[in-house]
């Protein structure tokens, strides 16, 4: 690559204007960039091409297969870096401010957060990942705000310096104590405002080729090249019509463009747009008074003019007259997205630039095998001494496909010759040629094809991708909070203070910092989204730290429930009562008063009715049962029952003491054993 044009002094002529100097380097540096990167775009264009499914310039005789792995695998790439917008996180360091003294700090944070969404961020950020992941190793964004205005008279004296009753009086009679006519003065009136977040072309980046670093905030300049109507060109920049000729019109070629084939369509109202280059710089590097190293100096050169249509300080930042430090944005507005570096190269290649051998050695073996199976059809022999001529026409022409007359035996008359099998490594080849792109591409989880036979193993190919896909979401991450930090500071000047809440002061804009929640670019369904919050409650809600309504709302949501029907305040619970364990082994237990009183606390004691009916039931149980009373006959011998009679008990007869065990029903003895395994039987 060749540099030297752009760090290459320019001649300059004696007492030349220091900043018609700087314009001209500024501008040499521009060309420089802009005959570089039309290298570049060549190789973009081929990315976007292959993602398309259309590698080949030029068709050829024979047919030729494309797999188009780019499609698939940026699509793949992307989901898994940024799938959706998360929300913006605004903090302070502890030294600076505190919460309770930053009543605005919440309202400030929903504000950049409401702004990204207006300002096209969900559309940038989809637009320039493929950019990144696909084209051109590069995702440029450019945060700006655009108002419409008009004219207004307002007092050239600044009112609020006077006494309340003499601008009482002012406003009323539009005079000034000493009769004299109150001055004014012409100002522009916002009527409209807005904040946007656009994507740039990677094919209209600008860039200093000399810089070799990966964080463009560190640039000396940065720029893009662009085209708008002439009726914008003209409110912006307050151009003549009468010079309209000199401005419009395309200056770029088919070398400046990528997806060259919407060439045609791009032509038909070129002459009325107007090409420009716009440009950031640091001031401190071409100016030697300035005193911030953040001071931001905005150009714009416009095709048909020398000298720039614009030449001041960026609006997106303001020097304070307290404390002498710059407010606002200290980032360029235009932001840079790369998930690679190459050492000394401030462009890094693309992932499908990188896995594009790959992609072609898969469309060469597809090639391949299209063809084989093409060209191996079955060729048949026949006899031409035992098949009637006729025939012989019919068969060498393919008309025959039924029933064959033949003379005689029709055993060997026709013939197959043996097909070219198809090399089954071919496919073996096939499978280590995706896993190589997968490789570079960083997708799937176990993109070197490794066999995993264990839980162990797949727990560890699933780290190993986890962590560079992270490095890159993390990349990622960081490129969206500098585009909500630019936006943050254009906020803090073009908004009104009040309308962030008491003590906003748009000088906290410099202590602020902007984060995201952990890998919260990544969409999950709602069955993930509820198993890390089901986690999440097992592990920590009972610590007490934790506020489980808005938990509980979320999951109420991903199960398909309304919150508000559902979610209720917790009713506040009655004392747990300890658990005391207490264990009673004897009757010398129950009559101990700690015993006793420890059941009564409990609640478990009897009641006195109880003990009562307990008593009862004792006495039923050890009182024997009442025995029959004989019957003594005339001489006084007893007589025999009669069977079926009740006879009454005699309480004074004793009863015969129970028999022995075994001895009241001798008959009875056990089953013999059922064997019902062998083992059993064995060892009977």
Known sequence: MDTTADIMPIPSTPDENPNRQRNKILRHGV??????????????????????????????????????????????????????????????????????????????????????????????????????????????????????????????????????????????????????????????????????????????????????????????????????????????????????????????????????????????????????DELFIKAEKYDADVKQFDTIHQLVFVNGKEDPVLDEPWHGQELDKESNQLIGSLKYPIQVLTLSYITDEAIPPSDSAIARPQVNELNKSRTQMMLQRQHNFPVRTFDVNRVDPAIQYNLMRGIFSGMIPVQGNGQNIISEISKANFPTENFTFDSIIKADAATNWQVGQDPLGNDIETRGEANVVQTNFQTRIGMERAKVGKFLCNIAEVLGG???LHEDPSSFGEGFNPSVSRTLSYSILADSTVLLDSNQRLKKITDFVNMYAKSGWVNLEPVLKEAATLCGLDPSLVIQAPQPKPPEAPNISLRLTGTEDLLSPMSVAMLINSGQAPTPDAIQQAKKLIELAVTPPPQPVPQLGPDGSVLPPNPGEEQPANPNIPQPPPPAIGDANPQMSAMSKVNQRILDREHD
């Open 31 to 276: 060309a420089a960039c802009k005959a570089y990167r039309k290298k570049l775009i060549r190789n973009w264009d081929l990315s976007v091409a292959y993602r398309k499914g259309q590698p080949y310039n030029t068709l050829a005789d024979e047919d030729r297969v494309a797999v188009n792995l780019d499609w698939s695998f940026t699509k793949m790439k992307q989901a898994s870096l940024f799938s959706q917008v998360p929300a913006i996180r605004v903090s302070h360091p502890p030294q600076s401010i505190s919460k309770e003294m930053a009543p605005w700090l919440h309202n400030y944070e929903q504000r950049i957060n409401d702004s990204l969404a207006q300002a096209g961020i969900d559309s940038a950020m989809e637009e320039s990942l493929p950019d990144c992941i696909n084209a051109a190793g590069i995702g440029v964004v450019i945060v700006a705000y655009e108002d419409l205005t008009a004219p207004k008279e307002v007092p050239a004296i600044d009112l609020a310096t006077l006494p309340p009753q003499l601008q009482a009086q002012i406003m009323r009679s539009g005079t000034l104590p000493d009769g004299s006519q109150m001055p004014m003065e012409t100002v522009p009136d916002v009527i409209d405002k807005r904040y946007t977040v656009s994507r740039i072309s990677p094919s209209d980046f600008l860039w200093p080729l000399y810089f070799t670093g990966s964080d463009f905030n560190k640039s000396p300049w940065i720029g893009r090249s662009g085209r708008i109507t002439w009726t914008e060109a003209k409110r912006r920049w307050n151009l003549d019509d009468a010079d309209k000729s000199k401005y419009i019109g395309d200056s770029r070629t088919v070398d400046d463009r990528i997806n060259q084939e919407t060439e045609k369509d791009m032509e038909i109202n070129s002459d009325e747009y107007v090409s420009f």
């Open 490 to 492: 254009l906020l803090a």
